[in-house]
């Protein structure tokens, strides 16, 4: 082989083993930070990983809040109107927190069903409903309206 054609193979075998270095780092990276949303009915369904950060949204069902007099622990149930997920928080929420609001809790599913959450954050305005929480609530208005053959209204008007 040529020693020029020797060098420029060695350059482009270093660049392709420094690229693929580079994009494996940064991969394992983002996966270690990566927060993935689920709605109520994939949790219930069991679609939700155990014991994995996770972001789970939608709304706060009415009266289903539930205040520890003792200490900073709220237990509330979050909905698509299809399905309930349990939220456990130990802190305090945000002012806009309030039944029958979007919000999205960050967190994790225990071992019994119940979501823990370590974040709560709630939508900004009256008008501004999380993309991910639209979009679940939407699905899950089409999915009961499929299933009684006529157009359901949600009592949130998504």
């Known amino acids: 082989m040529h020693p020029i054609r020797k060098k420029r193979l060695t350059i482009v075998l270093f660049l392709v083993v420094g690229v693929s270095v580079a994009v494996a780092l940064t991969t394992y990276a983002?996966?270690?930070?990566?927060?993935?949303?689920?709605?109520?009915?994939?949790?219930?369904?069991?679609?939700?990983?155990?014991?994995?950060?996770?972001?789970?949204?939608?709304?706060?069902?009415?009266?289903?809040?539930?205040?520890?007099?003792?200490?900073?622990?709220?237990?509330?149930?979050?909905?698509?109107?299809?399905?309930?997920?349990?939220?456990?928080?130990?802190?305090?929420?945000?002012?806009?927190?309030?039944?029958?609001?979007?919000?999205?809790?960050?967190?994790?599913l225990n071992g019994q069903g119940r979501f823990v959450a370590d974040q709560v954050l709630a939508k900004h305005d009256e008008n501004y409903m999380p993309p991910e929480v639209n979009e679940a609530l939407e699905k899950a208005a089409n999915k009961r309206a499929s299933e009684s053959g006529g157009q359901l209204e949600t009592s949130a008007g998504y």
Request: charged letters at 25%; glycine letters at 8%; hydrophobic letters at 45%.
């Open 30 to 108: 983002l996966r270690q930070n990566i927060n993935l949303f689920y709605d109520p009915s994939q949790i219930a369904a069991g679609e939700a990983p155990v014991d994995v950060r996770i972001r789970a949204g939608g709304m706060v069902e009415e009266d289903s809040v539930i205040r520890d007099p003792e200490s900073l622990m709220v237990e509330f149930k979050v909905t698509d109107f299809s399905s309930s997920v349990l939220v456990e928080y130990t802190g305090i929420l945000p002012d806009l927190f309030a039944e029958g609001q979007g919000v999205v809790a960050m967190g994790r």
